[in-house]
Structures are given as structure tokens and as C-alpha cells.
């Protein structure tokens, strides 16, 4: 949320949700809200090979079937339904691995990491799921490098980074229908929506898109995605638009 300048009353936010609440609780104009979309480096995040090494170090291979969800465990970010769909998607594919990368440190009230480990242990996902903990930004392209698909189960979530990056690498996603999720998932099209704290649709989804013999397409057209709508380029000039409409 930023004021590009005071006296016009202008506001710029970065979701859609958000403007359309902030506008009404603020009583302004609709036309002196603008929304502008998160942006990504398209540069740094890009397609590549798989990284053998990493699936080396972590004991899969090319074949191996991979989710990963780059979350930190806040209740918002709705990890608890991810888990929850994982023993549904085994039944079906046995050798697929959850990859979930992050932490989280902050109000024990807002964490779910204690029942999402506790849950992994008591259904004994342990040979599905590998958590990775907190990893440098500098390393997630060799994350997405070797992943099939990308989870996003948010419960509120504006145009995610996580998101961003992964299409950018030409990752797919399965991602909640709730706020930003929505502007960056093309249904069918570069991954699948899902009901927010819904498992059962998270797994049904997670497995639709798995049993597609040939993802390349779909990896390509996320790529397209994130390099015609979501790089930083144009993001710029949607700026300056904003900030030349408040100053003429």
C-alpha cells in the first residue's frame, strides 16, 4: 500500500481484495484506487534442468512424481490442508514426494507447524514428505528445477511471490481460489484452483494434474504467464501510469 501523493488521494495497492475494501473503508473514489500485481524476476527465476545433484541429496530421482510448497507454517498459508491431502495423492501415485520449504518463528498462536509435523508422524507420511526448512532465495530454482507442480493452499494470500517464482520456472500450480492465488492461476490452463481448506479438492487436483502423461505445455504456458503479465518490466510502467495520471 503506498500514497503516490497525498493531496489526490490516490491509492495504489497490490490486492485486488484489498483495494476494493480499502477503497469502501476509506470512503474513496474507485477511480483513485489503483491495483498493481507483485512482479517477478524473470531473469533469475527461469526454466532450467533438473538439478541431479539435489535430487541425489535428497534421495529421488527423474521420475520421481514432486510437489513442493514453499510456505512458512502460519495458519494463513493453510498447510494443514496440504497435509491433509498427501495420504489421498499416495493412493494414487505411492512414490510421489512433498517437498515443503520454510519455517516459521513467530506467535506460537499463528503457527501450525506443530500439527503439521505431528500429523505426518501420526499417518506415517514420513517417506512422502521432506521438509527442507528455511532455504536461500538464491537456491529455490533448483527447487522448482526438479518439481512437477507447486501447492499453494492459502487461506488469504495476495499475488504470492512463491507463485510468481514457481510460474516463472515453469512450474504449474494447484493454488487456493482466494485473493491473488486467483490472478495468477489460469485454470486448466497453468495449473488448477482449488475451494480454500478444502483437502479433498486439494488432492483431487493435485492428481488430475499428475495424471497428465505431458506437462510441457502446461510449463510452458505458465512461463508465458509470468514473462507477459507478471515481469518486473511491466509492473514498472504500470507504476509511472499511476503516478503520471495523479501528477497531470
Not at 18 to 29: D, G, H, R, T, Y
Not at 146 to 169: F, H, K, N, R, Y
Request: glycine content about 6%; aromatic content about 8%; proline content about 3%.
Amino acid at each position: 500500500l503506498h500514497y503516490p501523493l497525498r493531496r489526490q488521494r490516490q491509492m495504489c495497492i497490490r490486492d485486488r481484495e484489498l483495494a476494493i475494501k480499502s477503497a469502501k473503508n476509506v470512503n474513496f473514489e474507485k477511480n483513485m484506487v489503483s491495483y498493481i500485481f507483485n512482479g517477478v524476476d524473470v531473469n533469475k527465476f527461469k526454466p532450467k534442468d533438473k538439478n541431479k545433484n539435489l535430487l541425489n541429496d535428497l534421495n529421488l530421482n527423474e521420475e520421481t512424481k514432486i510437489i513442493i510448497s514453499t510456505r512458512r507454517f502460519e495458519k494463513k498459508n493453510g498447510l494443514r490442508y496440504l497435509v491433509k491431502a498427501i495420504p489421498d495423492v499416495i493412493k494414487v501415485f505411492p512414490e510421489s514426494r512433498f517437498i515443503i520449504i520454510g519455517d516459521f518463528e513467530g506467535p506460537v498462536e499463528l503457527s501450525d507447524k506443530n500439527y503439521i509435523i505431528n500429523y505426518v508422524k501420526k499417518y506415517r507420511l514420513d517417506n512422502n514428505v521432506i521438509f527442507t526448512g528455511n532455504i536461500l532465495n538464491e537456491n529455490l530454482v533448483d527447487y522448482y528445477s526438479i518439481a512437477d507442480l507447486t501447492v499453494l493452499p492459502s487461506l488469504i494470500e495476495a499475488v504470492s511471490i512463491s507463485g510468481l517464482e514457481s510460474i516463472a520456472c515453469g512450474v504449474p500450480i494447484v493454488g487456493s481460489n482466494v485473493g491473488g492465488i486467483s490472478e495468477l492461476i489460469q485454470n486448466g490452463k497453468n495449473g488448477f484452483l482449488t475451494e480454500p481448506r478444502n483437502s479433498n479438492d486439494i488432492a483431487n487436483k493435485i492428481i488430475n494434474l499428475l495424471k497428465i502423461s505431458d506437462l510441457s505445455q502446461m510449463k510452458i504456458d505458465s512461463r508465458d504467464i509470468a514473462v507477459n503479465k507478471f515481469c518486473w518490466g511491466n509492473i514498472s510502467l504500470e507504476v509511472e501510469n499511476v503516478y503520471e495520471k495523479v501528477l497531470c
